[in-house]
């Protein structure tokens, strides 16, 4: 069995009646020449008719642009899923195909991702969660068209920010409101820096809580195995605690599930609160209290900001920020505080 030819223009330009180059101009979009209506009619006409779809390389061999984006994850999970979705969404309709890769949070593999990308020419790509130090991301948006969604300081190129430390300020003042004065924090240093854990030292500061160097402890993974033996650790060197804050959700389900365990109820004897509001907080029991973070529209926004890095000429930095919202549920212990003071 024969694989079937794939038209080529000259086919259509043979069902046409015209030139290669006329049938070129015509699908390249060109005003370089004027191709009078009925002759471009009957050009688009027997494209549909035999099939033809340009070759893509060619063109962007042509023009220069290969119109593929390309978005490198640390991981995939529900949270980068949400992410990636308004990243297509946007791009689509610009024109624009999506190539995703993974570096399974190596540094290493997020430099090679951006080598092997920039060997397909891409237009630009976009870091979700760089492994990598500012210093490093300053230097590699020198060299790419970039947008990048951290956490960290500003660096150059294209930022969307999710305004980690803030929203870990807002969770911790909220404990703190529901009369909790023991409350440590379960953080993760995903690129040798835990950039939420200041708003949580903020937190207790304001409210001159003074903070005991054993309420902390620090993940080696974002995972539901290390939030439970974290929450052993903790609890361990600290039984007063009655709160817990964790970096993301998946911790602070970990933590959770340590807590039964461990015969500590949530909420009643110990709070404990996440970070992202991945679809798991609200099915979870207790349903998990935590901040909201707009994925779908946090790959809008990056998608939105690499399409005004790539049309800059030179150097261009723009810095956007997530809003993120506190959302208050069983685990916190809300409801509890509520019915104590009625």
Same mark, same amino acid.
């Given at each position: 069995?024969?694989?079937?030819?794939?038209?080529?223009?000259?086919?259509?330009?043979?069902?046409?009646?015209?030139?290669?180059?006329?049938?070129?101009?015509?699908?390249?979009?060109?005003?370089?020449?004027?191709?009078?209506?009925?002759?471009?009619?009957?050009?688009?006409?027997?494209?549909?008719?035999?099939?033809?779809?340009?070759?893509?390389?060619?063109?962007?061999?042509?023009?220069?642009?290969?119109?593929?984006?390309?978005?490198?994850?640390?991981?995939?999970?529900?949270?980068?899923?949400?992410?990636?979705?308004?990243?297509?969404?946007?791009?689509?309709?610009?024109?624009?195909?999506?190539?995703?890769?993974?570096?399974?949070?190596?540094?290493?593999?997020?430099?090679?991702?951006?080598?092997?990308? @920039?060997?397909?020419?891409?237009?630009?790509?976009?870091?979700? $969660?760089?492994? #990598?130090? !500012?210093?490093? +991301? %300053? *230097?590699?948006?020198?060299?790419?068209?970039?947008?990048?969604?951290?956490?960290?300081?500003?660096?150059?190129?294209?930022?969307?920010?999710?305004?980690?430390?803030?929203?870990?300020?807002?969770?911790?003042?909220?404990?703190?409101?529901?009369?909790?004065?023991?409350?440590?924090?379960?953080?993760?240093?995903?690129?040798?820096?835990?950039?939420?854990?200041?708003?949580?030292?903020?937190?207790?500061?304001?409210?001159?809580?003074?903070?005991?160097?054993?309420?902390?402890?620090?993940?080696?993974?974002?995972?539901?195995?290390?939030?439970?033996?974290?929450?052993?650790?903790?609890?361990?060197?600290?039984?007063?605690?009655? @709160?817990?804050?964790?970096?993301?959700?998946?911790?602070?389900? $970990?933590?959770? #599930?340590? !807590?039964?365990? +461990? %015969? *500590?109820?949530?909420?009643?004897?110990?709070?404990?609160?996440?970070?992202?509001?991945?679809?798991?907080?609200?099915?979870?029991?207790?349903?998990?209290?935590?901040?909201?973070?707009?994925?779908?529209?946090?790959?809008?926004?990056?998608?939105?900001?690499?399409?005004?890095?790539?049309?800059?000429?030179?150097?261009?930095?723009?810095?956007?920020?997530?809003?993120?919202?506190?959302?208050?549920?069983?685990?916190?212990?809300?409801?509890?505080?509520?019915?104590?003071?009625?």
């Amino acid at each position: 069995m024969s694989l079937k030819k794939r038209p080529t223009q000259s086919d259509v330009a043979r069902l046409a009646g015209v030139t290669q180059a006329t049938v070129s101009f015509v699908l390249n979009g060109s005003d370089a020449i004027s191709v009078p209506p009925e002759t471009r009619q009957r050009i688009l006409d027997a494209v549909d008719e035999l099939g033809y779809r340009p070759n893509a390389l060619a063109r962007g061999l042509a023009s220069g642009s290969s119109s593929l984006i390309a978005v490198t994850l640390p991981t995939v999970t529900d949270f980068y899923s949400d992410v990636v979705h308004g990243i297509e969404d946007v791009a689509r309709e610009h024109g624009y195909s999506v190539i995703i890769s993974t570096t399974n949070d190596d540094p290493k593999q997020e430099l090679a991702n951006l080598d092997i990308f @920039a060997s397909r020419q891409v237009d630009g790509a976009i870091i979700c $969660g760089s492994r #990598l130090k !500012a210093t490093e +991301l %300053n *230097r590699l948006a020198r060299d790419h068209k970039l947008a990048i969604l951290t956490s960290k300081s500003p660096v150059a190129a294209g930022i969307v920010k999710i305004p980690g430390e803030e929203g870990l300020y807002n969770i911790t003042s909220h404990l703190i409101g529901l009369g909790h004065t023991a409350i440590g924090h379960i953080g993760w240093q995903p690129s040798g820096e835990n950039e939420r854990e200041p708003g949580y030292v903020r937190a207790l500061t304001n409210h001159k809580i003074a903070l005991d160097p054993h309420w902390v402890t620090v993940a080696s993974q974002a995972t539901l195995e290390e939030g439970a033996l974290c929450l052993e650790q903790l609890l361990e060197r600290a039984p007063q605690l009655t @709160a817990i804050t964790c970096y993301s959700d998946i911790l602070a389900v $970990g933590a959770m #599930l340590a !807590a039964r365990r +461990l %015969n *500590r109820r949530v909420p009643e004897d110990l709070a404990i609160v996440g970070f992202d509001d991945i679809p798991l907080a609200s099915i979870v029991s207790p349903a998990l209290t935590t901040i909201h973070v707009p994925r779908y529209r946090t790959g809008q926004k990056l998608m939105e900001v690499l399409l005004n890095v790539m049309a800059a000429k030179g150097d261009y930095e723009e810095r956007q920020e997530v809003e993120i919202e506190l959302v208050v549920r069983d685990s916190c212990g809300a409801k509890l505080h509520e019915k104590s003071e009625s």
